[in-house]
């Protein structure tokens, strides 16, 4: 199962401007939390207009809050990039 439909659908609920999500799971075979078939190591580059006025750790929280229970089980790693439209 490809995961990342189902995380474009989960971070839609921060209106993102801008959305680049990425399986990075390859360049971790073999690492722990790797799981055959990927889905497990990710990279988020979101634009939202949610992350005015809020620092850095406040921003993730947002993601980490929009992505639920994925973050338990599939994801093992998430590189997070949460900036407002003028900081991109």
């Avoid at 995961?3 to 989960?10: D, M, S």
């Avoid at 921060?14 to 799981?35: C, K, M, N, W, Y």
């Avoid at 620092?55 to 338990?72: F, K, S």
């Amino acid at each position: 199962m490809n995961l990342e439909p189902v995380l474009r659908a989960r971070l839609a609920a921060l209106s993102p401007e801008s959305l680049e999500i990425t399986d990075d799971s390859a360049a971790h075979a073999g690492h722990a939390g790797a799981a055959p078939g990927g889905n497990t190591h990710w990279s988020v580059a979101i634009v939202s207009r949610a992350f005015e006025g809020k620092p850095t750790i406040a921003r993730h929280r947002m993601v980490y809050a929009a992505l639920g229970e994925l973050m338990d089980n599939p994801i093992h790693a998430l590189q997070i990039r949460a900036l407002v439209p003028g900081e991109a």
